[in-house]
């Protein structure tokens, strides 16, 4: 199972960095990434990275604020999120079952998801 964390409170134009290691085996795949979801909406992308070369795709939501890495030593994907805004608010949940190539996912339909990480920014 994957495990997010790292969420909390933080003020609008604050920062917080999630990771993400799965419980119990390493990254296999080829791509992991980052979802959200807003209370009351369904969960939409918001990064993913491909876990061999590192290349990164971010949404345009949260292009120029938000950065995928990875650590293969840790076997831990991280999402750090700059200059926080209000409607960044949501849990964030990490995946690691994405296909080739590295895209846009917000057509991705699950595999199992873990348990997320609550985010919220006052403003």
């Known amino acids: 199972q994957l495990q997010a964390c790292g969420g909390g409170l933080v003020q609008a134009g604050g920062s917080l960095t999630l990771s993400c290691t799965p419980s119990?085996?390493?990254?296999?795949?080829?791509?992991m990434g980052w979802f959200r979801q807003h209370p009351g909406k369904e969960r939409v992308f918001v990064a993913a990275?491909?876990?061999?070369?590192?290349?990164?795709y971010h949404a345009d939501s949260v292009k120029g604020r938000f950065t995928i890495s990875r650590d293969g030593a840790k076997n831990t994907i991280y999402l750090k999120m700059n200059n926080l805004k209000s409607e960044d608010t949501a849990v964030y949940y990490c995946q690691d079952d994405l296909s080739y190539p590295l895209r846009d996912y917000s057509d991705y339909v699950g595999g199992s998801w873990g348990q997320g990480t609550q985010v919220t920014v006052s403003s």
């Open positions: 990275i491909s876990w061999r070369l590192g290349l990164k």
């Open positions: 119990g085996r390493t990254f296999s795949g080829y791509g």
